[in-house]
């Protein structure tokens, strides 16, 4: 079955840079997704890449995708203390219509001022 | 926009009792509407998804009779723990997929923690 791994913790000082690496097993993953979570809360999806895209930057964020290898990376620029969370590294096929999204364990990151 | 509700946040119950947790989509339409269980430190697990006006597809080993879902409307779901018991103190989670759009992204609810005593 699907299978997606991440370590469990991450941390970083203020104004660092963060990387979150995660790798996953299922060759047919088409979406690949970075979600956050805030204690207590729900999951907030940060940014979402294509299986055919390499890279995708959106302001701080950059996702890095090596599709060979199975290994995806969320890094995030100039970290902060508001970017503590629990990160979610996760996946799904499409084939014509709904698939199953399957998600990673979470990465936590703490930010030290 | 595509904001999900979650009602209530949280909940403490006694053993036996039922618990019905909501879901709403505030503003869009949700084809299809997603319930997770989260365990402490562990990552979400996905019980079932359901379709508005048609049964709940539930995951291998989710117990259907236990875990009832409804989604009577395109804005509503709801999750009904029946029978409740310690083991099924957890956060429960609802994410809501945009009809009409493409892809597979959801938008999740801010959660509900259950805890039984």
């Known amino acids: 079955g699907e299978d997606v791994e991440q370590s469990l913790f991450l941390s970083v000082r203020e104004g660092d840079s963060s990387v979150i690496n995660c790798t996953y097993t299922?060759?047919?993953?088409?979406?690949l997704y970075w979600y956050k979570q805030e204690p207590g809360a729900g999951l907030q999806l940060l940014t979402y890449?294509?299986?055919?895209?390499d890279m995708k930057q959106d302001q701080r964020l950059t996702v890095l995708l090596n599709k060979k290898d199975k290994h995806l990376s969320l890094r995030i620029a100039d970290t902060q203390t508001g970017d503590s969370a629990i990160y979610f590294c996760?996946?799904?096929?499409?084939?014509?219509?709904?698939?199953?999204?399957?998600f990673g364990i979470g990465t936590k990151l703490q930010v030290i001022p | 926009g595509a904001v999900v509700s979650q009602h209530p946040s949280w909940v403490i119950c006694k053993s036996g009792t039922s618990v019905k947790i909501e879901c709403r989509s505030l503003?869009?339409?949700?084809?299809?509407m997603f319930w997770y269980r989260q365990f402490p430190k562990q990552s979400l697990m996905l019980m079932a998804t359901?379709?508005?006006?048609?049964?709940?597809?539930?995951e291998q080993g989710v117990e259907k009779d236990k875990f009832l879902i409804n989604h009577a409307s395109l804005t509503l779901s709801t999750l009904t723990v029946t029978s409740a018991h310690p083991e099924d103190s957890s956060f429960y989670i609802c994410?809501?997929?945009?009809?009409?759009?493409?892809?597979?992204?959801?938008?999740f609810g801010p959660g509900t923690r259950l805890t039984v005593l």
């Open positions: 359901s379709n508005e006006g048609s049964k709940a597809t539930y």
């Open positions: 996760a996946e799904s096929p499409l084939s014509g219509g709904y698939q199953k999204v399957t």
């Open positions: 994410s809501a997929r945009v009809k009409a759009r493409l892809g597979n992204e959801q938008f």
């Open positions: 299922d060759s047919s993953s088409t979406y």
């Open positions: 503003d869009f339409q949700a084809t299809t």
């Open positions: 890449i294509f299986s055919n895209m």
